[in-house]
């Protein structure tokens, strides 16, 4: 049984083609253009016959086969960045729906429903990111800061407790492109994930003193702004000596007043690490933060914390056994993104698939992966699903 790769493709086209105007694509989470994109979604399985249901938060889902039974889940999401790319997200929910189309058009059976799913807000970082898929699991943390961020939302709190149902599905998978290089450089067709690296975030505000630019000497000066170089450099330097596969960015900065005729009082910035080991991540942000508070005027927040996860061993063989039997090359590897998949890890079996990209671009208009490895990835999809199934 194979998908239908033509229809994948123009479903593609379909829902990238509801985007705001610019260059790319841009389906920001919680706007006009990403709750478009849920209804095309909901009407594309509407014109099939497919089973729809959308929760209290607006994820959408679709199912074929029983009408009981603990469920196989597929899918990502349909949000991007800012002039982001046709791919991240938007691949995983369509070949999430030529799975069902082909699953129904060849009267499959299934001794358990199948169901693909876009969920909300994977991109959107002002409720952490990966929002809809944390709500489905009820591990949003409801503290005073994240009710406070939610006031941006349509949702209330309500919405989001009702949203929690993952005890429905016994596994989900996840069709991504790579968003690196591995699979391209090493001419490989499918990457099968172990494991997601986790995120920890600190907010830094980093003090100085405003004053104008052309009366205050180079040696009278508190620019929080050349203090910012320096705890960057310093950041950087401890990172690097951690090794890999830690990484650490600090990818904004907000400069104030942010003119150009007076030296900078205050920099806010976010900083990130990630890694597969959370006890060496803690200790990499904590000897950043000795440094910045012993030589520099800075406060330091904590923000998100996701823990690394290990993904479903039964996953990771019922995808290789696919590979194997299909001829298609595949290697081990682990992923750098966060995903949805890691968040469905804390509560059911979990599983990720990569195709490569081209020269790893993504998030970016450049972002692009090639119809025959897409159609590659959607077959080992199917053909997972169908072992996951029978």
Known sequence: MKVNGERLMGMLDEVNCITSDGE???????????????????????????????????????????????????????????????????????????????????????????????????????????????????????????????????????????????????????????????????????????????????DVTVHGEAAHSGTMGMGERDDALISTAKILLEFDRIVKEYGEPNVGTVGELYVHPNLPNVVPG??????????????????????????????????IKPNIEKNPSELSKKLIDTVEQVCLETGVDYCMMMSGANHDANSLASVMDSGLIFIPCLNGVSHNPKEFAEATDIENGANVLLGSVLNLAR
């Open 24 to 202: 790319g694509i841009t389906r920001l989470a919680y706007t006009e253009q990403e709750k478009l994109a849920l209804d095309w979604f909901i009407e594309t399985c509407e014109k099939h016959s497919i089973r729809t249901y959308r929760d209290a938060i607006g994820n959408v889902f679709g199912t074929v086969g029983p009408e009981s039974g603990k469920g196989i889940l597929i899918g990502s999401h349909l949000d991007t960045v800012k002039n982001g790319g046709k791919y991240d997200g938007a691949l995983g929910v369509v070949a999430g729906l030529e799975v069902l189309l082909t699953l129904a058009e060849k009267e499959a059976e299934l001794a358990k429903p199948v169901t693909a799913v876009s969920f909300r807000g994977e991109e959107a970082n002002l409720l952490g990111g990966t929002f809809g898929s944390r709500a489905i699991c009820g591990s949003i943390q409801f503290d005073d800061d994240f009710i406070k961020r939610l006031e941006s939302t349509p949702f209330t709190p309500q919405q989001v407790k009702e949203t929690a149902g993952a005890e429905q599905f016994s596994s989900f998978l996840e069709l991504h492109i790579e968003q690196g290089k591995k699979l391209e450089a090493g001419g490989t067709d499918i990457g099968i994930v172990h494991s997601i690296a986790g995120i920890k975030r600190l």
């Open 266 to 299: 205050e920099v806010n910035f976010t900083l990130e690490v990630r890694g597969t080991d959370m006890e060496m991540m803690h200790r990499i942000t904590e000897r950043f933060s000795a440094y910045a508070h012993a030589n520099h005027h800075v406060m």
